[in-house]
């Protein structure tokens, strides 16, 4: 459940060289993105990676707080990416379904439990669960990418503090409802990430292996905010490598609310009275590298 960053794009690539999983389906949210352009770009990885069995659904979810217009336009350009442009999509995958109705259809028809992998705004999954309360028992967890406990958060807004971040910002109530729902939530949030920043060793490494279709893609991915941003991270790869290598991470149980109104709205913080989840607190840096290239080179 993504939002078209280039973070989510990244994620998505590493979660389909899982080969130890498999994809129900994808749902994209109108977040940190042109939505449109989101979806075609995540049919056109599907198509890289032979996936035509993974079907699509578009959010038509409205924010409470939108994401920068100029941060939604600048991701446009990964349909312009070569490798991507190739590739011939078949709009077959994509589903007209309200997106909460299609991920309630998918989890409940698994015979197995199901992990969401949510990297964007909470609004689809809160709605699911809300909707759908027999799907409660089907999900085994939610890896959650969001919030931000010891850092600053990433909201620059009008009359806030700054203090929230911006998957959650974007439905405060969403995420509350989620944060609420008995099942278990391992988020990863802003204070983890900025443990894996984007930089020279990292592009340096993918670099060498752009004879890899992949790793010439993730270069191209991530080479554009990386000539443009002060900082960025590995944001919604976190949980992704969580689940192909769990061992690299260490995560402490909080009990935390979120914050629904003034001039912190949307700040999840730790309270006696709040909700369980499970934090990502330290991550081995080198080894996720390591696993993160290696994966790259799968072809």
Avoid at 43 to 63: G, H, M, T
Avoid at 100 to 112: N, P, R
């Amino acid at each position: 459940d993504h939002d078209g960053s280039v973070d989510d794009f990244v994620a998505l690539i590493t979660l389909l060289t899982l080969s130890d999983y498999k994809i129900s389906g994808i749902t994209v949210t109108g977040g940190n993105c042109i939505l449109d352009s989101a979806v075609e770009t995540t049919l056109e990885i599907l198509s890289l990676f032979c996936r035509y069995d993974v079907e699509v659904c578009k959010s038509n979810a409205k924010p409470k707080v939108p994401f920068p217009q100029e941060w939604q336009e600048k991701n446009h350009f990964i349909t312009q990416v070569d490798i991507l442009k190739k590739q011939k999509i078949k709009p077959s995958q994509l589903v007209d379904a309200e997106a909460h109705d299609f991920l309630a259809k998918k989890i409940l028809a698994e015979k197995e439990n199901v992990t969401i992998v949510m990297t964007g705004p909470s609004v689809n999954v809160a709605t699911m669960l809300e909707k759908y309360p027999e799907v409660h028992n089907k999900i085994d967890r939610i890896l959650w990418m969001g919030g931000a406990f010891l850092s600053d958060g990433n909201v620059i807004y009008p009359d806030h503090d700054g203090s929230a971040e911006w998957n959650i910002f974007w439905d405060p109530s969403a995420a509350l409802s989620v944060l609420k729902a008995d099942v278990t939530k391992l988020m990863f949030p802003l204070d983890v990430s900025y443990m894996l920043p984007v930089d020279n060793y990292l592009m340096f490494f993918i670099e060498k292996n752009t004879q890899y279709k992949l790793s010439s893609l993730v270069y191209q991915l991530f080479k554009a905010d990386y000539e443009v941003k002060d900082r960025y991270y590995m944001f919604d790869v976190l949980p992704v490598v969580y689940l192909g290598a769990p061992d690299l991470f260490h995560f402490d149980s909080k009990s935390v609310n979120i914050e629904q109104r003034g001039t912190s709205k949307g700040n999840i913080y730790r309270t006696t009275n709040g909700y369980k989840v499970k934090q990502a607190k330290i991550v081995d840096e080198d080894s996720f590298y390591e696993y993160f290239i290696k994966q790259l080179t799968l072809f």
